[in-house]
């Protein structure tokens, strides 16, 4: 009978059956191990090894591991057959634990010696298959390369925006159009694009307050602004949410449900590391006196859910620092918001906007943070052609200074600041040159570069 088994597990071999005929053969899906050191002392060590069957049914099995030093060495093991042969350790599976069904465990324990560090043991197997996620604490989540995952949470330093590691960066992104209008293109698919194609490091939700927006079904927009933050942090992007005031310009007008939402999405975000908070896109028609005071009113409500996080707060003059209203960022130099942890927004548009106003940013960025939360390469309007000139020059400059900034619009809106050509968001595809405008692939060819974030 020996005999013929061993014949038979010839043939199978020589065949390619080997699966078929080996008793302890589990799914590749493999298994877990937690290995727990349960006590220690002078020279001996005991731990626990608890086995997860992440396969299909095994009817006997075989541990093995490797000691990573070579100063450990089994002394006496339970609930299994134990033997060490030079750095392998090996249990087999006891009459009464044999069996184990998917998702089933098997605890074992064993005594050591150690000298030395005792380290865990390593490349734990079950039947030859690898134990992924053995070791007693799960490794810290790798940064994965990604905005977010290597920027972590921001903060205002000086007049930088700075990362975890407290150093300057630089967040360059898109746009939403108002998402009352466009939510169509705001699904997977395009996200992917913005995150893989684009590399954008940032996803500004603009949520138009008057115009169809907000006010006319709160908890709606509220919970679709939430479901582009959590799609912005799955793709590591920083979701930047943004109370898009515009019509009356006076953001008190709104200051009521300003509180209202943003206590609601800074509760529901706070322990994010991805959502900066914009909390009046233009103010226009109105004082810088006026705008402060909205400021610290909708401030603290923020803070008291959301300590942490960075808020923007919009300026005079459609959000110029003044310089649209014949005025300058000096009445926000010498009368800043009572409030740490924040920046100012300044919006251009290329074709509109030029010198007068890149010599205010200059001027103005040494002495308060600044970001830009909306510029177009057209003209104020959000149509016309693109001025290639002028946004050269104005994203050169914001590299130079490293102020982030995000564009209008990643939308196919038809008008000139749109990224996408009208239709682009009735199909699936947001990747290909093709349905790209002229804007739009300016954009995408700026936004794309590395962005060589320091990480010490
Ligand atoms: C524009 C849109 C346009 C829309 C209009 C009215 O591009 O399709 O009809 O708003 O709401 C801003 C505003 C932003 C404007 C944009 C272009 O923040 O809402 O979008 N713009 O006019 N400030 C300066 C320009």
Redesign the pocket.
Known sequence: MKRFLALLATCATVLGLTALVAPQAVAATGCRVDYTVTSQWQGGFQAGVKITNLGSTVTGWTLKFAMPDAGQKLTQGWNATWSQSGSTVTAVGADWNRTLATNATADLGFTGTFTGANPKPAAFTLNGVACTGTVEEPPPAPDNGTPVGINGQLHVCGVHLCNQYNRPIQLRGMST??IQ?FSKCYNNASLDALAKDWKSDLFRI?M?VQ?GGYETDPAGFTSRVNSLVDMAEARGMYAMIDF?T??PGDPNYNLDRAKTFFKSVATRNADKKNVIYEIA??PNGVSWAAIKSYAEQVIPVIRAADPDAVIIVGTRG??SLGVSDGSNESEVVNNPVNATNIMYAF?F?AASHKDNYRATVSRAASQLPLFVT?F?TV?????GAVDRESSTAWLDLLDRLKIGYAN??YSD?N?G??SFKPGTCNGTDYSSSGVLTESGALLKSRISTPDNFPTS
């Open positions: 159009h108002g209008w603009a138009y115009e898009h515009l019509t896109n233009e459609w959000s919006h548009y909306e177009g003209t104020y309007t959000g149509g209008w619009t809106a008008e600041s749109a």
